[in-house]
């Protein structure tokens, strides 16, 4: 579990390795500190294929896939401005409200059976919450990934465009909603309603 | 039944399942025949769905605890573990030594008994009805009754707690379990020399549904599925989670990645197990199983995420947990190792008998509680 270099170690190797790739280190401030690496959509199938075929890395394993719903946010913060208010200028308090969208990320955890080292934990986001909301698929690098997309394209609606089979898995093939998604709203007979949310 | 094309090289589609007597519960495989011969074959599963995910997102991390026990029902105390050591590693909180001992001995009765009911079932999948399968069971329930007396359940234990275990086991307990564990040797001669040997075992299981080393791993598949085909790789030996680095114990593999390497890996894991259990039985320390101060109600761990990992008897248990500062964990998502090494099956199954996807699948040691969630 030693030869894993620090994440903006890391980050430099995929940059080099990879010609163009832009690569963000998203920080963990919990005990476990397994940061993780943001992967933008165009090289993300490139970076798959230099983590798993690099010598030094030999990521061979790709454990865990998952989708994750970040809903819009809306932080409203007070600033001060100065106006002019019956010709004389004034501070005035206002409220600004800033909207940052929502996205639909698809993570990867991967480890090396091969060097035994891991997690290196890869993230891709979309570019909205709707409907078409897409993400190239890792299925073509890690066998692994067949069913997981398959999974989180059925509860979150994440399109992995590129994956060989992308079918409903878990819930039934009529069925219209996403139900793992943060705004879902069940039938009225689901026993999950009154639930505190 | 469909017939897709008539006449020489007819292709029939099958539905196997959801009822067969070898899907272990509600399972079903597309399977597309020629002859007998399968050329392809879909699983199709979600028939035990119940989002158990979302159910774990709307409650505390606590309350999660008593639902883990009902992914694998067969292995509830290592899905408790899994999951405590998810929350673990989130919110940094220490495991007393006595607990972790504790953790070990109910997760390797647990292995046994998991591998002993899965050599039954695969037998009885071969026909051998009966006998096999009730001689494993013999075994499984003097485990369960133990698992009864600590927990207060056989099977749905919730037994285990972030920052430890729930109740101290009593002395009279530990001895109880050293004398299983004396005895549980003389089970698995008596279980290998009934078998072992055994023409049709042979010529049933060799060679049937071969998996690759490169495909497994490729794959992602997990336990001694995984090992059968020859790859060393234990997160017992890899992450040395818990006080697994104390216990000397081999990491058994085969060499043909087939249906007999994966029932011999079962076999010779058992003995593992009872070599671990002996050592930790002679090892474990006095004193408390759970620090009073660790908070289990309301606890609110620091926005992160985690990724906790063990290796349950059937593979790579992992639990991934996003905390956003509440105490309801934002994601929690569920690392299920019977259903990732599904994956391969229609890889493991092309070209062979009908009759052989029976056995392949008994060989996967698939549990359908987990593998819908």
Not at chain 1, 22 to 41: K, T, Y
Not at chain 1, 122 to 133: I, P, Q, S
Not at chain 2, 37 to 62: Q, S
Not at chain 2, 134 to 157: H, Q
Request: charged share 25%.
């Amino acid at each position: 579990m030693t030869s894993l270099p620090a994440v903006e170690e890391l980050k430099a190797w995929i940059e080099a390795g990879v010609p163009g790739a832009a690569v963000r280190v998203i920080p963990n401030g919990s005990p476990s500190a397994q940061h993780s690496l943001l992967i933008d959509q165009e090289h993300a199938r490139t970076v798959a294929e230099f983590l798993r075929d690099d010598a030094r890395l030999r990521l061979d394993f790709c454990s865990l896939v998952t989708g994750v719903d970040w809903l819009d946010t809306e932080t409203t913060e007070k600033i001060k401005v100065k106006k002019v208010v019956d010709g004389v200028e004034q501070e005035v308090e206002e409220t600004r409200k800033t909207k940052t969208p929502g996205y639909l990320e698809a993570v990867y955890h991967l480890f090396s059976m091969e060097k035994k080292h891991g997690p290196v934990i890869l993230r891709l986001r979309t570019a909205n919450r709707t409907d078409d909301a897409h993400v190239p698929s890792l299925t073509p690098v890690w066998r692994s990934a067949e069913f997981q997309e398959r999974e989180a394209f059925d509860l979150y609606g994440i399109v992995f465009d590129g994956h060989p089979d992308l079918r409903r898995i878990l819930m039934w093939d009529g069925f219209a909603d996403y139900p793992m998604r943060k705004d879902y709203v069940p039938p009225a007979d689901d026993p999950l309603v009154g639930v505190r949310p | 039944m469909v017939r897709l094309e008539s006449g020489p090289g007819e292709i029939m589609e099958v539905s196997m399942g959801p009822h067969h007597p070898s899907t272990h519960g509600v399972f079903r495989m597309d399977v597309r025949l020629e002859g007998e011969r399968v050329v392809r074959l879909k699983p199709v599963f979600g028939y035990l769905h119940r989002n158990h995910e979302k159910i774990a997102e709307h409650g505390a991390y606590l309350s999660a605890i008593p639902y883990t026990d009902r992914l694998d029902y067969l292995c509830s105390m290592t899905n408790n573990w899994g999951y405590v050591l998810a929350v673990e590693k989130l919110a940094g909180i220490p495991v007393p030594e006595r607990a972790e001992y504790i953790r070990v001995i109910v997760a390797e009765l647990t292995r046994f008994q998991n591998h002993a009911g899965l050599v039954g079932f695969l037998l009885q999948d071969m026909g051998a009805s009966g006998t096999p399968l009730m001689y494993a069971f013999r075994e499984r329930e003097k485990i369960l009754d133990l698992f009864e007396s600590l927990s207060g359940a056989r099977m749905m234990c919730n037994y285990m707690r972030f920052g430890g275990v729930r109740v101290d086991c009593s002395a009279e307990w530990l001895e109880e379990v050293r004398q299983l564990n004396a005895r549980l040797p003389r089970f698995v001669d008596e279980f290998e020399a009934l078998l072992r040997g055994n023409e049709i075992l042979m010529a049933r299981t060799q060679g049937t549904g071969v998996l690759s080393r490169e495909l497994a791993i490729n794959a992602g598949v997990t336990g001694p599925m995984l090992r059968a085909s020859g790859v060393n790789y234990d997160i017992r030996k890899v992450d040395k989670y818990g006080v697994y680095d104390r216990f000397a114990f081999r990491v058994p593999l085969g060499d043909h990645g087939d249906v007999y390497d994966r029932y011999m890996m079962r076999i010779l894991e058992m003995r593992e197990s009872v070599k671990i259990l002996e050592q930790a039985l002679k090892d474990i320390p006095e004193g408390p199983v759970m620090d009073p101060k660790t908070r289990l109600r309301g606890l609110r761990p620091k926005a992160g995420e985690a990724y906790g990992r063990i290796e349950s008897p059937k593979g790579e248990l992992g639990f991934f947990l996003i905390s956003d500062g509440t105490t309801n964990p934002y994601r929690y998502r569920v690392r299920p190792p019977s259903m990732i090494n599904l994956t391969i099956l229609e890889d493991m199954c092309l070209g062979r008998n009908i009759a052989d996807v029976v056995i392949t699948l008994g060989s996967v040691d698939i549990v359908l509680g987990e593998v819908d969630r």
